[in-house]
């Protein structure tokens, strides 16, 4: 019974540490946490947990003489704490309706809008991984001849957001051509994607007559080409660098000048979010979980969107490992469904 008690006593000495970390931010001694926690304990008796603590690998003492901090492991308690209390629920997102208000038209524009929002609200760096147009049901496609050697793709989903991207193509087509296949693809597959396209015609190229065949090859071109150009790149959109600029007490500047470099390099950091997609409703990586060289001090918090269980991209913020997890965990949580609802026309 003692057992299962001492450790009920770590558990909750390591969330008042980490707690008060984060509000402070400064090494925390047993004697302030004595103060304040909400269990009868002593000064001596916190000082004995933050030893054992510590030699777990939950906290670090910076000076021989200082108090501990949490370590990447003792963020990670806490952080697995807060899912397990379940912290979603949208009442605790408490902002003003008209910021939430997603607007439909440009794609790109409602993307530049979102990563704005998770900035402002979270006073961190905000972020949007573009989704492969590839990806994305269609209402309507339309193929523009822009150069010998590029069209532009315009596509409309169904809640008519507009999505264009220029793709480089060793195919030569007139405009003509261009129509005959946007008019070919709305009739034959609208509500489906461009993969799905691209796959079908694939299997389907000896069943069509000798005088199509021409014209449906030079489609598959067309399509194997974006979509090749489009696993290369990912389009990330970023708002909110200069409120890292203004943490100086939070970041050294080797760190900062490393997290630049990163973000600068857009194709490699988007891959690397791209990595980190999965179904779960939201993922936080701490400090060396990051697996980013030089920027160990820092967390990211992010989500996935999309519809009918479809990822299409992901959202969230960048910021010191000392952000306010319980406040950002619910924005990242919240945009993320505000944007699969713009996306899927539910709203």
Do not use: W
């Not at 480089?168 to 693809?185: C, G, K, N, P, W």
């Not at 007490?249 to 997609?277: C, G, H, P, V």
């Not at 969230?316 to 899927?344: E, F």
């Amino acid at each position: 019974m003692q057992e299962q008690l001492l450790r009920q006593k770590d558990k909750h000495i390591l969330q008042l540490i980490v707690e008060s970390y984060l509000k402070i931010g400064k090494p925390v001694s047993s004697r302030y946490i004595a103060q304040i926690s909400s269990i009868s304990v002593s000064s001596a008796t916190v000082r004995n947990i933050m030893v054992k603590l510590e030699n777990q690998g939950y906290l670090d003492q910076p000076h021989t003489s200082a108090g501990r901090i949490p370590s990447d492991k003792g963020f990670r308690f806490y952080v697995n704490n807060l899912f397990e209390e379940a912290i979603f629920p949208e009442k605790q997102v408490n902002f003003s309706t008209e910021d939430f208000i997603l607007k439909k038209g440009d794609f790109n524009s409602l993307l530049v809008h979102v990563s704005k929002i998770l900035s402002e609200h979270s006073d961190n760096l905000g972020f949007v991984l573009s989704p492969r147009i590839s990806r994305i049901n269609f209402h309507h496609i339309r193929f523009i001849k822009v150069s010998e050697e590029k069209v532009m793709i315009i596509l409309i989903t169904s809640s008519n957001l507009v999505l264009t991207e220029i793709v480089e193509t060793t195919s030569y087509f007139t405009q003509v051509e261009l129509d005959r296949a946007s008019h070919y693809i709305n009739e034959n597959f609208r509500g489906n994607n461009l993969v799905f396209i691209r796959n079908y015609l694939l299997r389907e190229v000896p069943k069509f007559r000798v005088r199509y065949e021409n014209t449906i090859r030079k489609i598959i071109s067309l399509l194997r080409a974006y979509i090749f150009q489009e696993e290369r790149e990912n389009q990330i959109f970023l708002r909110g660098t200069s409120k890292l600029l203004e943490k100086p007490e939070l970041f050294e500047t080797e760190i900062l000048k490393s997290l630049f470099q990163n973000f600068e390099e857009r194709t490699k950091f988007a891959k690397l979010l791209s990595d980190f997609i999965i179904l779960d409703r939201v993922k936080v990586l701490i400090g060396t979980e990051l697996n980013l060289p030089n920027i160990s001090d820092c967390s990211i918090v992010l989500s996935h969107y999309g519809y009918d269980r479809q990822v299409l991209g992901s959202l969230g913020i960048i910021g010191p490992k000392r952000i306010p997890y319980k406040k950002i965990i619910p924005l990242v949580d919240y945009m993320a469904k505000k944007l699969s609802q713009t996306i899927s026309f539910s709203q």
